[in-house]
């Protein structure tokens, strides 16, 4: 087994099925339905097993079933893998509603790596945050370079639990003047030796000047104190060349399918 294969299994074994900050999970068949606090529901699996292209239909409809039947859901995402055996997944999804979004690539690679000193800006300094009111200013950061799809006060509201939590999860921002220009999660996964880097993004003015770059490598250092060998990103084509060129690999493809409440016109 070559590196690569090697890291797909741990991350089929390892990662897919973690959902340690949810606030109920359940189990349909292979799938585990998981939901979080702000209605979110997230449906992860470690594989499909041998179901056909109409056990895969079963599937979707039970587990949208399942979340309609909550309230308090109000959106839903179906995580799939490239390297998936899954027929008929994709016809199935979009035949009940779910739109698919941007594929991204499964990078992994040694925490080691990123952990280098790269020189900042004039005036840019980084930090973890703790407070509401950084993370507040982080998520209205987060909402600028993703998007009007991003609440900034449930993310604050989401966030802000987690913290509460305890659940290891750090926020981590790059600052001009008190200004957030670059943010990212590091989510370190208890029980394993990886940690995740989440929404690292910069604002479109501030780009290229190594700020990403640093944002990633304090994570990673954080990561290995922590204990964690290795990090997993979901990286769209801005960040992935970045990581590969401190040797992460990318191991597969993963694409999010969305499902809304709203859109879907229920009560």
Excluded: N
């Excluded at 027929?87 to 040694?110: K, N, Q, T």
């Amino acid at each position: 087994m070559d590196l690569r294969d090697g890291l797909l299994a741990a991350y089929d074994d390892q990662l897919r099925i973690e959902t340690a900050s949810a606030t109920s999970v359940a189990e349909l068949g292979p799938l585990r339905l998981a939901t979080y606090e702000g209605g979110r529901g997230f449906v992860t699996y470690r594989d499909l097993g041998d179901a056909d292209e109409r056990g895969v239909r079963q599937l979707v409809v039970g587990a949208l079933a399942h979340y309609r039947a909550d309230p308090h859901v109000v959106r839903v995402e179906w995580k799939t893998r490239g390297h998936d055996r899954a027929p008929g997944l994709h016809d199935a999804l979009v035949a009940h509603g779910f739109e698919e979004g941007e594929r991204e690539s499964v990078m992994i690679g040694e925490a080691q790596a990123l952990a280098v000193d790269v020189p900042l800006p004039q005036g840019v300094v980084l930090r973890q945050i703790w407070s509401e009111g950084d993370v507040r200013a982080m998520c209205r950061q987060q909402q600028e370079v993703f998007g009007d799809d991003l609440d900034p006060e449930e993310m604050t509201q989401a966030l802000v639990r987690r913290l509460a939590l305890r659940d290891d999860t750090e926020l981590w921002v790059a600052e001009v003047e008190g200004e957030v220009v670059c943010a990212g999660r590091l989510e370190p996964v208890t029980g394993t030796e990886f940690a995740g880097i989440w929404g690292g993004a910069t604002v479109e003015r501030w780009r290229g000047r190594g700020i990403y770059r640093a944002l990633t490598a304090a994570r990673a250092r954080s990561a290995l104190r922590g204990g964690k060998r290795w990090i997993q990103s979901d990286s769209t084509e801005d960040s992935r060349p970045i990581l590969e060129r401190y040797g992460f690999l990318a191991v597969t493809t993963t694409t999010p399918y969305e499902w809304s409440r709203a859109s879907a016109g229920a009560s």
